[in-house]
């Protein structure tokens, strides 16, 4: 039997006389994740003793929470495949995933999925959990991914994506020369018409917004720093498309795979709060190998 995912926290002063439902809002524990305890095999207890939400609360009240165990989806299997971990503690990760690995298995990659990957690296580690990826990437783009290790954490995670709280920087590589030292693309990204995988910049889409700065530029392609400021699925790939300058290798987009043999875009830098301990981290990830042969190859302006 697996470790189930548990808070505990001291009621202080302020909590005396405080309906336990009203201080585990407080707390940003969801009304769903309240449902599932009360349902699906978790409890709440206070100072040892298992109550309903409607306790009410004493100061130095010791409170623990204890989640239903998670299991992943019928379709979802682990594998032992090797993880390139950054960061971990009890609550989340943070993985370099490498180019040619699916965030979620597809029907044409069913098996090496960073999710099966995690899966087995939970059920070795007897962790009673599924797959929660914060921050995905597309198959062919490598770089730093953010995972929750519980829905709780993601749930908090997601309220901090939504306010802009995790942030990202990508390098890519982009054919031809951009002019501009810096700039900002605001286009609306909508699914193409007859495409389940491509995008487009197009009027009715979703509003979308990349931040790029040059970091060098090169004969025939430029390296460029990109930070997005929304997070729509190819939005680096269709607003470097769109500007002219598409990634070298993303043949998708226009691109060609002369120099590489896919879209040279990493995501080299990740930082967030942690939703728990409430305090900021920042994560990189140097170039991978088949970036940087390029960046060796290429005659420097």
């Known amino acids: 039997m697996g470790k189930n995912f548990t808070l505990e926290y001291t009621a202080g002063a302020a909590d005396q006389g405080k309906m336990l439902r009203e ?16 349902f699906k095999g978790g409890f709440i207890a206070v100072n040892g003793q298992e109550v309903n939400v409607r306790y009410i609360l004493k100061a130095s009240d010791y409170v ?7 299991i ?9 495949i090797p993880l390139e971990i950054i960061y971990e503690d009890e609550h989340l990760l943070v993985v370099n995933k490498p180019s040619g690995m699916n965030t979620i298995p597809s029907r044409e990659h069913p098996y090496g999925s960073l999710a099966s990957a995690l899966i087995g690296y939970y059920e070795r580690g007897g962790l009673s959990a599924t797959t929660h990826i914060v921050t995905r ?5 490598s770089g730093l991914v953010l995972i929750a290790k519980h829905s709780h954490v993601h749930h908090l995670f ?9 942030k990202r920087r990508y390098e890519a590589l982009a054919e031809g020369i951009i002019e501009m030292d810096k700039g900002t693309i605001e286009e609306p990204i909508a699914r193409k ?6 995008r487009e910049v197009h009027p009715d889409g979703q509003y979308a917004c990349t931040l790029f700065e040059i970091i060098k530029r090169y004969e025939d392609f430029t390296h460029v720093s990109l930070r997005l400021l929304t997070g729509r699925t190819h939005q680096i790939r269709v607003h470097m498309s769109y500007l002219g300058h598409t990634l070298l290798g993303d043949t998708l987009y ?7 043999s ?16 409430h305090k900021e981290l920042q994560f990189n990830a140097s170039l991978p190998t088949d970036m940087n042969e390029v960046l060796e190859k290429g005659r420097s302006l």
Request: glycine fraction near 8%.
């Open 137 to 141: 990437l597309d198959r062919d783009t």
């Open 72 to 80: 992943p989806s019928e379709g979802l299997k682990g594998e032992e």
């Open 254 to 260: 226009g691109g060609v795979k002369n120099k590489i």
């Open 158 to 166: 997601s309220k901090q994506q939504r306010a802009g709280g995790v």
């Open 23 to 38: 201080y585990l809002k407080e707390k940003e524990i969801s009304k769903s994740a309240l449902t599932d305890i009360k």
């Open 64 to 70: 623990r929470i204890e989640f239903p165990p998670e």
């Open 262 to 277: 896919r879209q040279a875009l990493h995501c080299c830098e990740l930082s967030f709060v942690h939703p728990l301990l």
């Open 193 to 198: 018409q007859d495409s389940i995988i491509e």
